[in-house]
């Protein structure tokens, strides 16, 4: 019998085994600082008209040690989901 917090078993056959990925793995951390490269790259809204404050610091992305700022700066990430 499986005890809370166990993995779940597959229960709707080969069409919930396809999507076990999707549905069961853990994303990485969201960031909490990222580079202007890194917010080009993998914002959802990368714009060169948008305002950010920077600061130096460690992007959550690649990272170097650069000029940061927050990820909502950029629209937030599309491989992340929103916290």
Request: aromatic share 12%; net charge positive; glycine share 12%.
């Amino acid at each position: 019998m499986a005890g809370k917090g166990d993995t779940p078993r597959p229960v709707d056959g080969d069409r919930y085994r396809s999507n076990w990925e999707a549905i069961f793995r853990k994303a990485p951390p969201y960031p909490a600082w990222i580079c202007r490269p890194c917010g080009f790259a993998h914002g959802r809204f990368p714009s060169q008209d948008r305002v950010s404050t920077y600061h130096g610091g460690t992007c959550g992305i690649c990272g170097e040690h650069t000029s940061v700022t927050e990820p909502r700066d950029f629209g937030h990430l599309r491989k992340w989901p929103i916290p």
